[in-house]
Nanobody, 122 residues
Framework: VQLQASGGGLVQAGDSLTLSCIASGRTFDNYDVGWFRQAPGKGRKFVAAIDWTGSRSRYADAVRDRSTISADKAKGTVYLQISSLKSEDTAVYYC????????????????WGQGTLVTVSS
C-alpha cells in the first residue's frame, strides 16, 4: 500500500484544517488507518484512527473534542479534520495503515505516508 498525505499548510490559531490520506496500489479494505503527528524534536504521537469498516474510531485526548476522522471508501481516502487549531498542533502529520484494531502505537502500523506539514501561527 502506498499512502499520500496532503492538506497541510500555514494556518492561523483558531482555524480548521482537513487533511487527506489517499491509498494507491490497493484500497484500504481490511486496513485500519491512523493519523500521527511529529513536532520538531519530538517523537511521533497518535492523533486518531478509524477501522476499515468506518464504524469505529479512536482519538488522542489532545484532539478528541475538536477533530473528526472519516473515510470515503469509494475514493480510497481517509480524512482528518481538526478545528480550533492551536500552536501546539504544529507538526508533520502522517497517515499509516494497520491490520490490527486501530492501534495507537506507531510500531503496529505497517505502511506510512510521507507526511504533510501543518504550521499553526498564533
Amino acid at each position: 500500500v502506498q499512502l499520500q498525505a496532503s492538506g497541510g499548510g500555514l494556518v492561523q490559531a483558531g482555524d480548521s484544517l482537513t487533511l487527506s490520506c489517499i491509498a494507491s496500489g490497493r484500497t484500504f479494505d481490511n486496513y485500519d488507518v491512523g493519523w500521527f503527528r511529529q513536532a520538531p524534536g519530538k517523537g511521533r504521537k497518535f492523533v486518531a484512527a478509524i477501522d476499515w469498516t468506518g464504524s469505529r474510531s479512536r482519538y488522542a485526548d489532545a484532539v478528541r473534542d475538536r477533530s473528526t476522522i472519516s473515510a470515503d471508501k469509494a475514493k480510497g481516502t481517509v480524512y482528518l479534520q481538526i478545528s480550533s487549531l492551536k500552536s501546539e498542533d504544529t507538526a508533520v502529520y502522517y497517515c499509516a495503515v494497520s491490520l490490527n484494531r486501530i492501534p495507537t502505537t506507531p510500531s503496529f502500523y505497517d505502511y506510512w505516508g510521507q507526511g504533510t506539514l501543518v504550521t499553526v501561527s498564533s
